[in-house]
C-alpha cells in the first residue's frame, strides 16, 4: 500500500484581490487513508513490520481521524489494532460512525476515562500500556512522531518548492506542519493555522525541526477544537458551493477561514503564491452529524 507513487490533485481557486491559492488535495489519495494520515502512519507501519509487530495501538476521541485511518491502515496492511478511546462513558452508549467501523474494522476499542486519557503521554502510563499490551507498537495520538513528520515531508514535492510561496495547513498536534516545513526551501515561508487553542503547538514543532521559516496562527478557533459557529459552517457552505471543495469546521475549515480572512486584509503582497494543503478529515464531522 505504501510503495505506491500517489497521485495528488491540484485546485486552483482565484479571488477577487489577484490571490491564487492552489489547494493540494490530500483528502483524494486515498478512500479511507486520506489527507495527512497516510503520510503520518507510512513510516510508523513499515517499522512496526520491519521490527516484527503484528499489533498497533493509539489514541484518540469519538471521532478521531486518526484513529479511523488507523483502523482501515492496520485492516489493509494485516495488523491487529487497539483503540484507546478517550472517553470511559462511550462504551455504555451506541457508537458512532467512526468507532463502530473502526470496530468492524477489527479493532479492540478500550474506553478509559478523560482523567486517564491526559495521561498518556507519560512513561508510566505507557509502560502499564505496554504489559497489557506485550508485543504491541504503540503510536502517539494524532500519529505526530520523529516517523510521522518523515512521511509528512513527502507531502511536498520539488514542484511545490520551486513554485509556491507561502505553504498554509491546519495544524492539531504540530506533525505534519513540521514535516511541510523541513521540505519547504529556505524562499519559502509555511503558515500553521491552529484548530485549538494553547501555545504548546510552538514548543511542539520545535521538538521536529530546526527551521525558522514558519509562523503559528491562533487568533481565531471559534472557542476551541471542536467548537464552530454558524459564521464557520455559512463560509464552508459557501466555499463548497462556489468552488466545490469540501471542508469541515474542525480543521481546514477553520485553516481556510483563517487564510481568506488574511487576504481579505491585505497581509499578502499582490500576486503571491499560496499552497493551502488540504488534510482530509471529512469523515469525523460527517460521522457526528
Given at each position: 500500500?505504501?510503495?505506491?507513487?500517489?497521485?495528488?490533485?491540484?485546485?486552483?481557486?482565484?479571488?477577487?484581490?489577484?490571490?491564487?491559492?492552489?489547494?493540494?488535495?490530500?483528502?483524494?489519495?486515498?478512500?479511507?487513508?486520506?489527507?495527512?494520515?497516510?503520510?503520518?502512519?507510512?513510516?510508523?507501519?513499515?517499522?512496526?513490520?520491519?521490527?516484527?509487530?503484528?499489533?498497533?495501538?493509539?489514541?484518540?476521541?469519538?471521532?478521531?481521524?486518526?484513529?479511523?485511518?488507523?483502523?482501515?491502515?492496520?485492516?489493509?496492511?494485516?495488523?491487529?489494532?487497539?483503540?484507546?478511546?478517550?472517553?470511559?462513558?462511550?462504551?455504555?452508549?451506541?457508537?458512532?460512525?467512526?468507532?463502530?467501523?473502526?470496530?468492524?474494522?477489527g479493532m479492540q476499542l478500550d474506553f478509559i476515562s478523560r482523567q486517564d486519557y491526559r495521561l498518556k503521554h507519560t512513561p508510566e502510563f505507557l509502560q502499564q500500556l505496554q504489559q497489557r499490551y506485550p508485543d504491541?507498537?504503540?503510536?502517539?495520538?494524532?500519529?505526530?512522531?520523529?516517523?510521522?513528520?518523515?512521511?509528512?515531508?513527502?507531502?511536498?514535492?520539488?514542484?511545490?518548492?520551486?513554485?509556491?510561496?507561502?505553504?498554509?495547513?491546519?495544524?492539531?498536534?504540530?506533525?505534519?506542519?513540521?514535516?511541510?516545513?523541513?521540505?519547504?526551501?529556505?524562499?519559502?515561508?509555511?503558515?500553521?493555522?491552529?484548530?485549538?487553542?494553547?501555545?504548546?503547538?510552538?514548543?511542539?514543532?520545535?521538538?521536529?525541526?530546526?527551521?525558522?521559516?514558519?509562523?503559528?496562527?491562533?487568533?481565531?478557533?471559534?472557542?476551541?477544537?471542536?467548537?464552530?459557529?454558524?459564521?464557520?459552517?455559512?463560509?464552508?457552505?459557501?466555499?463548497?458551493?462556489?468552488?466545490?471543495?469540501?471542508?469541515?469546521?474542525?480543521?481546514?475549515?477553520?485553516?481556510?477561514?483563517?487564510?481568506?480572512?488574511?487576504?481579505?486584509?491585505?497581509?499578502?503582497?499582490?500576486?503571491?503564491?499560496?499552497?493551502?494543503?488540504?488534510?482530509?478529515?471529512?469523515?469525523?464531522?460527517?460521522?457526528?452529524?
Amino acid at each position: 500500500m505504501f510503495d505506491q507513487v500517489l497521485a495528488i490533485p491540484y485546485q486552483k481557486i482565484s479571488l477577487d484581490n489577484d490571490i491564487n491559492i492552489m489547494i493540494k488535495r490530500l483528502d483524494l489519495i486515498h478512500p479511507h487513508i486520506s489527507g495527512n494520515k497516510y503520510f503520518k502512519l507510512k513510516y510508523n507501519l513499515l517499522a512496526a513490520r520491519q521490527l516484527g509487530y503484528n499489533q498497533l495501538l493509539s489514541f484518540g476521541g469519538a471521532y478521531s481521524n486518526h484513529i479511523f485511518a488507523l483502523a482501515h491502515a492496520a485492516h489493509e496492511y494485516g495488523f491487529h489494532s487497539i483503540g484507546v478511546i478517550r472517553g470511559q462513558e462511550l462504551q455504555h452508549q451506541n457508537l458512532n460512525a467512526t468507532l463502530a467501523t473502526a470496530k468492524n474494522l477489527g479493532m479492540q476499542l478500550d474506553f478509559i476515562s478523560r482523567q486517564d486519557y491526559r495521561l498518556k503521554h507519560t512513561p508510566e502510563f505507557l509502560q502499564q500500556l505496554q504489559q497489557r499490551y506485550p508485543d504491541t507498537y504503540i503510536i502517539p495520538e494524532g500519529g505526530s512522531n520523529a516517523l510521522a513528520v518523515q512521511g509528512c515531508e513527502e507531502i511536498l514535492t520539488e514542484y511545490d518548492r520551486e513554485n509556491f510561496d507561502v505553504i498554509c495547513c491546519a495544524v492539531g498536534t504540530g506533525g505534519t506542519i513540521s514535516g511541510l516545513i523541513n521540505r519547504s526551501s529556505a524562499q519559502q515561508h509555511v503558515i500553521g493555522f491552529c484548530a485549538l487553542k494553547g501555545d504548546f503547538l510552538t514548543t511542539e514543532i520545535q521538538q521536529w525541526t530546526t527551521k525558522n521559516n514558519w509562523s503559528i496562527y491562533s487568533e481565531e478557533t471559534f472557542g476551541g477544537y471542536g467548537k464552530f459557529n454558524p459564521e464557520l459552517t455559512d463560509f464552508i457552505a459557501t466555499i463548497q458551493q462556489q468552488y466545490d471543495v469540501p471542508l469541515e469546521p474542525i480543521y481546514t475549515g477553520k485553516a481556510f477561514y483563517q487564510l481568506y480572512k488574511l487576504i481579505q486584509d491585505n497581509y499578502f503582497p499582490a500576486s503571491t503564491r499560496i499552497l493551502f494543503i488540504h488534510t482530509g478529515g471529512l469523515q469525523a464531522f460527517a460521522a457526528s452529524h
